[in-house]
């Protein structure tokens, strides 16, 4: 299953993802380690959501391939490299898989300066995640994927939530995005897919996340990329 968090902040933002993957052969299921964040053309960090394999091959072998593209594509933005990934991927996928779910992070050049700014293609919807809610900046986290133990964990302290007495009690430790650095947010992040592994240790149950992790960050000067054993 994997577990994919996306944190989002003044300075940039942050993209991490374990490498647990799942390869289908002939009807058979096998577990297997794919990675599934990486950098695009030093402007773009992509992170999939999914199984780690297309048609057999691992997400990094598509990436080499529009890695390769960098000269004859014409990008200006953010938002123009999302839409050359959805459909770069929807002319890939055999019409019996899933539809991909991907993160994807950059920096556009508006007239108020530079912005930071995240996408999710969730099938055939691509979604803005860190919109400007008015004229205030939104930032957060968000994640997809083994999100049992967060929910139980941390979204209480995250999220007010009026119909819980228990969630309003922890109001006072709500997190404050707008106040982390880069080094919190990744920190925050490994948490997150840390703390996972460690309950699904705890309750023996099947691993649905491990501690190989690549995190990708976003920020003015373009990106950088990480390879991790939390």
């Given amino acids: 299953m994997g577990l994919n968090i996306a944190v989002f902040i003044p300075e940039g933002i942050v993209l991490s993802s374990d490498s647990l993957a799942f ?8 577990e297997a380690s794919s990675k599934r ?7 773009f960090i992509v992170s999939f959501v999914g199984g780690g394999f297309i048609n057999g091959k691992p997400y990094g072998y598509y990436i080499q391939e ?3 593209k960098r000269i004859s594509i014409q990008i200006g933005c953010v938002k123009d490299f999302v839409d050359y990934l959805s459909y770069f991927f929807m002319h890939l996928l055999p019409k019996n898989e899933e539809s991909l779910t991907i993160y994807i992070a950059g920096s556009s050049i508006k007239e108020s300066g530079v912005r930071h700014e995240l996408y999710l293609i969730d099938r055939d919807n ?3 995640l860190n919109e400007p809610n ?3 900046e939104v930032y957060n986290y968000h994640m997809i994927g083994r999100g049992l133990w967060i929910n139980k964990l941390v979204l209480p302290v995250t999220f007010k939530d009026q119909q ?5 009690s922890f109001e006072a430790a709500k997190i404050d995005f707008s106040k982390y650095s880069l080094d919190d ?5 490994h948490f997150l897919i840390r703390t996972t592994v460690d309950m699904d240790k705890f309750i023996q149950t099947r691993a649905t996340v491990n501690m190989n992790v690549t995190t ?7 990106t950088t990329i990480k390879d991790w054993r939390l």
Avoid: P
């Fill in 23 to 30: 390869l289908r052969q002939d009807d058979e299921g096998f």
């Fill in 37 to 43: 964040t990486f950098a695009v053309w030093n402007r």
């Fill in 66 to 68: 529009i890695e390769s």
């Fill in 126 to 128: 691509i979604i803005k």
């Fill in 134 to 136: 008015g004229k205030d």
């Fill in 164 to 168: 819980s007495d228990i969630n309003e």
């Fill in 185 to 189: 947010a990744e920190k925050f992040a």
């Fill in 216 to 222: 990708g960050i976003v920020t003015t000067q373009g």
